[in-house]
Structures are given as C-alpha cells and as structure tokens.
C-alpha cells in the first residue's frame, strides 16, 4: 500500500520557508506595481529576493540539477507551486515563469551547444527574457492552420508572417518562433519547426502590445502582436530537427499545463481564504454571513471543487513522476487543464459576490482572478479541444458491442448467470422442495 496524503518532514520544512517568505518579502512586494517590473525596478527589489530563493536551494525547481535545478519531481513541485499561485511575482523570484520556463525546457532538451550558451544558461539565470511566438491572428486553437513561413535561400532562412499574444515579446531577447518549413510533408505534424530568433533580427516588429483585460490604454499590454518581414536567420537557428515543432512543444507545453494548474490551486486557496474572512467578518441584521446557510453554502462548495481539483493535480503530479513521460500522461494533464478554469472561475466569482460592490471594484484583486481564470480556458488551448483529448483517451479503452441489445442488457447477464450456476440453482430448487412448506414451494418455483 503506497497512498499517502502526507509530506516528508524534510520537504514540509521548505514548504514552509516558501510560506513565510511569501507572506513577508514577495506579497509586500507586489503591491508597488510597475516599479518593480523595469529593468532598474528588477534589479532593485526581484534581483535579491531570486538570490535568497538560490540561497535557499530553490530556484528553478521544475529543472533537473544538471540545469541548476532540484529534479524535484512534479509531486514536490505541485505542493511548492500552491504557495506560489498565491501571488503574480512569486514565479519570476522563483525562476520558473512562464513562457522563460518552457522556452528553457525546450533549449535544454533539443537546443545545441551553441544554443545552450547563448540562451539557455542567461535564460535559467534569469538574466534575459523570452517568448514563445506559435499562434497566430487567424486562430491559434489549431497549429495546422499556421501560415507563417520559413523558405531556405541558400543557407539562410527567410520568414514572414504574423504571430498573435507572443506574450513579453516587448521584454524579450528571443523569440521562439514556429514556421511552416514543409508545407508539403506527407504528415501534417511534421510541416512546421521551431527557430530561435533573436528579437532585435531586422524584420522583427511589434505591431502591439495587446493588453488583458478591460479598460486600459490600447498597447499597453504585455502580449505582442508580432509580424516578422523577410527576417534572415542561418540555418543553425533552427530548434531540434527540422519539422519536428509538434513534438517539441509537448515537452514545453505537458509541463506548462500542470505548472500552471498546481499554482491554480494555491489562488484558489487564497481566493477561499478571502471569502472566508468576509464571512466572519461581515454582519448583516441576522448576524455574520458566515452564519447565513447560503453563504454556508457557496463556501461548502468552493472547499469541495478546490479539495477535488486539487487531488486531481496532485495525482496528475504523481502519475508524470512515476511514467516520466508526457505522452502516458496525456489524459489527466487535458483533464486537468479543463477543469482549473472552472474551479478558478467559479471560486473567484462567488468570493467577489461575496464582498459585494467592493468585490468588483478595482481596490479588490477578484476582478483580476474572473479574468485570469477565463485567461485559462484559452491560453495553451481551449476547453474543447482539451476535453475532445480526455474523451478520445477515455474511449479508446473501450469497443463496441455488436449485438442489437448490449452486452449489459439485464435479460442476457440474467441468462447468463443462470448458464454458469446452473448445477447451484439445481440444488437450491431440490433443497426447496423437500423442505416441503408452502413458502419454501414458491421460492423453489422462483428459483
Ligand atoms: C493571456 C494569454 C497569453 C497567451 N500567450 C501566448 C504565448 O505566449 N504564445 C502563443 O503562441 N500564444 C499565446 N496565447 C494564445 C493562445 O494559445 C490562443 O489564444 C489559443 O490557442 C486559442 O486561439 P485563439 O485565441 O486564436 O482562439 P480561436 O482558435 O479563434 O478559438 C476561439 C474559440 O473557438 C472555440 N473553438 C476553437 N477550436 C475549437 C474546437 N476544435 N472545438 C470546439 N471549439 C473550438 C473555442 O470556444 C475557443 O475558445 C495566449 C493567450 C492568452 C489569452
């Protein structure tokens, strides 16, 4: 019997110097806003919080130790992520912000070395930025729609096309960019490849930075509407094999969709919470709210959705440490990406309910969290197309029953199990009858 719900007194010790150092040095932090996100901000008040996060032996934990992480492994992870789901900044202190994370992945997995020296190492230092530039204005839900291009003219490659929501383009020193590279493959998983292009490459344009969210000034977002003209780039910038996008991104995208979920659960968690303390806190002429069943009710329910996804993304965590490999794993990764944005979208609204018109005023962080949880169900994908990927996985288990009434149907399992205990039912008829009641005749003839 393996199933444990506990955690290593050793781990649980990490644990809680994340939980202390949250509450004290990375929350405080975050409510400066834009002063700590320039360059000279960053280098001020996130350069020596990353440093006591090294000191501590926990940066960029999702890495193995040969890339200057912990090879934690995914459970170690989920719980560690909790804590920093709670607040925006914590990933960036942390080194494992998304896309720098997966961009990361993906260089240390297929990158070569001169890749690895000129992008890897400043990337996992957290001395440079990165994006990930796939979907594109046309529609990103289905990459074989892609049109961006990448044509060989001598040994150089020429790409033109738009790219949608490259998010941080603007802060970024590369662009990992997917191009159509063999329109004519016979496969269409092996048409497109992945470049690392340097954002400064002539050619390179920001059209917009498209921002999340109502209101706000228009372009002053952090998601890059990027087109590239005629960008030229050597041969070498092409990632991995050539055709072989598909295959890279689930390594970059399999570990995203779980990192993003475990965070999921702690602002959820913190969502809770706050609901939690309005509702002992508020009074109304019946008493508390926290004394009114229908709030009891919408905080009943919001534990019981936060406690099932939380497992589901604990065990998803389990299941990737114990088949280290994506593909194996691909039902409960969908599943869970299908479910975060329900739990979060649903636990974030009643909480902002809950507060009333402070709750979706701009002085509360609610409004954010509905955004952030809508957010969800589209970036790296939409619901659907993750739910179309759980019911395929469940289904392929399964083949048809042929006959016109299924194998199930009550009359042919009765006839059935008449057939295979025939020789017992025999007997029990016999010992009926020669007990020779009125009642034991009837249940002889039942039998
Ligand atoms: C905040 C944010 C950050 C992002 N960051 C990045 C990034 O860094 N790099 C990057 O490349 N992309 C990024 N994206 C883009 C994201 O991957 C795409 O938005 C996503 O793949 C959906 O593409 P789309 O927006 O074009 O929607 P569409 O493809 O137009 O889909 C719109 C809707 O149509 C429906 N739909 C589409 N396909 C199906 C289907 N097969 N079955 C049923 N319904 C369907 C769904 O309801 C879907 O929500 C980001 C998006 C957001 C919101």
Redesign the pocket.
């Known amino acids: 019997m393996a199933w444990d719900f506990e955690t290593d007194p050793e781990f649980q010790t990490k644990l809680d110097w994340i939980e202390a150092f949250m509450r004290e040095e990375v929350e405080p932090l975050s409510h400066l806003g834009m002063a700590v996100h320039g360059s000279l901000g960053r280098e001020k008040f996130i350069r020596p919080l990353q440093q006591k996060v090294k000191d501590q032996g926990l940066w960029a934990c999702h890495l193995g130790p040969e890339l200057g992480g912990q090879g934690f492994g995914q459970v170690k992870l989920a719980l560690m992520n909790e804590k920093l789901g709670r607040n925006g900044l914590a990933p960036t202190v942390f080194g494992c912000q998304a896309?720098d994370s997966g961009n990361a992945e993906i260089i240390a997995h297929y990158g070569t070395e001169a890749q690895k020296t000129r992008w890897l190492w400043p990337l996992l230092n957290g001395d440079i930025r990165s994006?990930?530039?796939?979907?594109e204005p046309t529609?990103?839900?289905?990459p074989l729609t892609f049109k961006t291009r990448a044509v060989l003219d001598g040994d150089e490659w020429v790409i033109n096309g738009e790219?949608?929501?490259?998010?941080n383009a603007r802060y970024s020193k590369v662009l990992v960019l997917y191009a159509v590279t063999d329109p004519d493959a016979k496969d269409p998983y092996r048409r497109t490849s992945i470049f690392l292009v340097p954002t400064d490459t002539p050619g390179v344009e920001i059209i917009r930075n498209v921002a999340?969210g109502g209101g706000g000034e228009i372009g002053g977002g952090n998601?890059g509407y990027v087109r590239y003209t005629d960008v030229r780039l050597p041969y070498d910038a092409l990632l991995g094999e050539r055709g072989a996008a598909f295959i890279i991104a689930q390594v970059r995208l399999g570990g995203g969709r779980v990192h993003h979920a475990m965070r999921t659960v702690g602002a959820c968690k913190n969502a809770l919470d706050l609901m939690c303390r309005r509702a002992v806190s508020r009074t109304t002429r019946d008493g508390r709210l926290a004394d009114l069943q229908m709030v009891q009710e919408q905080i009943a329910d919001s534990w019981i959705q936060l406690e099932m996804f939380r497992l589901l993304v604990l065990r998803t965590a389990w299941l990737i440490d114990k088949h280290k490999d994506y593909q194996k794993v691909r039902k409960d990764i969908a599943a869970i990406k299908v479910a975060m944005p329900k739990v979060y979208h649903d636990i974030a609204t009643k909480a902002a309910h809950l507060h009333g018109a402070l709750g979706v005023s701009n002085e509360m962080p609610f409004m954010h969290m509905v955004t952030s949880s809508l957010?969800m169900?589209?970036?790296?994908?939409?619901?659907?197309?993750h739910k179309?990927t759980v019911a395929k996985q469940v289904l392929k288990d399964y083949r048809p029953d042929n006959d016109l009434f299924p194998g199930y149907h009550i009359p042919r399992l009765r006839e059935e199990a008449e057939k295979r205990y025939a020789k017992e039912l025999g007997e029990l008829r016999e010992a009926y009858a020669a007990r020779g009641g009125r009642r034991d005749a009837a249940k002889a003839e039942a039998v």
């Open positions: 896309p994006a990930f530039s796939m979907s529609g990103g839900s289905d790219k949608w929501f490259s998010t999340v998601e957010v169900g589209i970036a790296d994908g939409p619901t659907e197309v179309v």
